[in-house]
């Protein structure tokens, strides 16, 4: 296999693609975040209208642990009573699997046909 | 077999390629530990507690050593791996020998980017822990964090750009402290020094399960943190003096104290802290050790655990930028990434191109997004590399079997290792499907993009016989 040569690259292209790979990783965090679509919000499924230790599900010992923290039945209502749901549909597990599969075959296959080509000239052709 | 020794000394300060652009060999297997346990042991400060929430506390507890035999996994075939790879870029590096440049791409930027979230995560606690110990000490008004976060991130940069000896030395001894100060906490508040505090079963009670086993799955998202980043062990293949002995030994001997560290936290803050308290990380518990310490009535087991705390926050930090540089000065200097990130600083033998660059990026993270999500940004890129693994080692064992190189640590018993990371990882990708399923896939739709632009521009820099370095024989099967 020929030697390839690669291209030098000028300070002016090492720039813009610095700047490419930050705006694409800062995207990646803070998109979801803009459009509202990240994490996972609890929420109170049942509220207590005037909550007591005992209408919360707390015994005397979680009580007095509550109350050492600081916290009174109506404080820690939200905190003790919120839940997460985890309920999902059979759709959007199977694009999840799919989403992965396919990116560590395309990880893996973009990389093989690169890596034949590193190790024939590294070593030459069989 | 190849007779390239790779603890020889004559390699010190020689780059992979032979030339000087290489860091210097001046680390020991202590500071191997350092690293690791460093890196990781602030998830038990911090963080830990978000699986409390996904699943109740027995949840987080099978989360907690469910992650712990996905860890102990890890650790065992990096130990092989990198005992044989004794250069900068951690499993960037193992990637490009044994996969191919465009793994070795994505591999690299998983490193940057599950390290830097960390250290950005590391310094919105400690940022928390100043504003707490100010209202403790009787400050009335709302602290702002923010300079504490900046302050945080530059000093401890400024500390790696000083050089690495300094740097993992004075993570060994805050590590150190900090790990101390769990145990004492365990001896003080179990009963086995004085009187015990603990009341598990009263606490459980009416909540052992609250989401039921769907809830012991989606523990797994956050029981990663109780062990996250004790793969960065390996970002220091090319500064210890021994790299076939000290990095089995250090990570091995780093994930044998995290599993211990694990469970005592688990079990001390289970122990005192209501569920709903304990596994809300932002509204309840922040820093659940502390927390325990606080209602300990023990003024000095407040003041210990809160120094444990900081010292917990800064040794990861510190740690993150050690390693996150590593990776990111590797593909500069493979030309992943624009050349100029790999210079090594003339003086302190240090990437501190890298260094620098990469403080602006973990400022962006800790002062604009909130903790939870930049913690799931960190255990999303760190999946990612775990689920990356199996492959390699299964490459690696195929391409050079057993004999073929030298290798200063065998992990036993493979491919069992592989297959059982392999599969927890699908669980752990399940469990963070519920709830944070849009970052996942806005994740992988970032790697899948920055992979079309590496292999359709960036690669074209990369010299291609250059960039394979180890003095290894024609892998078996080209």
Redesign the interface.
Known sequence: MA?????V?G?LS??V??I???A??????????WLH????SKTVPAPVASPTWEAL??????AK??E??G?TPES?H???LS??D?S?TFG??V??IV??IA??V???K??????????????GE? | MANFDITSNVRDGMGPHGTKVGLLRVLGPAHVWALGVGIVLVGEYMGWNFAVGKGGAYAALLACWFAGILYTCVAMIDSEVTSTVAAAGGQYTQAKHIVGPLMAFNVGLYLVFAYTMLEAANAITAGYLVSVVSNMTGYAGTLDQRPFIVLVIMFLAWLNYRGVLATLTFNLVITAVAFAAIIVLFLSTSGILGGGIMQHAALFEGHELPYGWIGVLAAMHFGLWYYLGIEGTTQAAEEVRSPARALPFGTLAGIMTLLIAATLTWYVCSGVLPWEFLGDGVSGSVAPLFDTARLSGSDALVWLLGIGTLFATLASANGCINDASRAWFAMGRDKYLPAWFGAVHPKYRTPYRSILFLVPIALIFALGAPLDQVITFSILSGLLEYTFMPLNIILFRKKWPMGVIKRGYEHPFHPLPAITLLALCAITFFAVFLGYGTQLVAMIGFYIVVSLWFHFRRYRFVDRGAQFTMPWPRPQGY
């Open positions: 030697h390839y040569k690669p291209p690259q300070k090492q720039l693609d610095v490419v790979l930050v694409l990783t800062v995207g990646a965090l803070f998109v979801p975040l679509m990240a994490g996972s599900g707390q015994n005397a010992a979680q642990q509550y050492a923290l916290y820690a939200d905190l003790i839940r997460f985890y999902f959007a597990l694009t999840m989403v992965i990116y560590y395309l990880m893996l973009f990389s093989e046909a690169e890596y034949r080509d590193v190790i024939a000239e590294k070593f069989k």
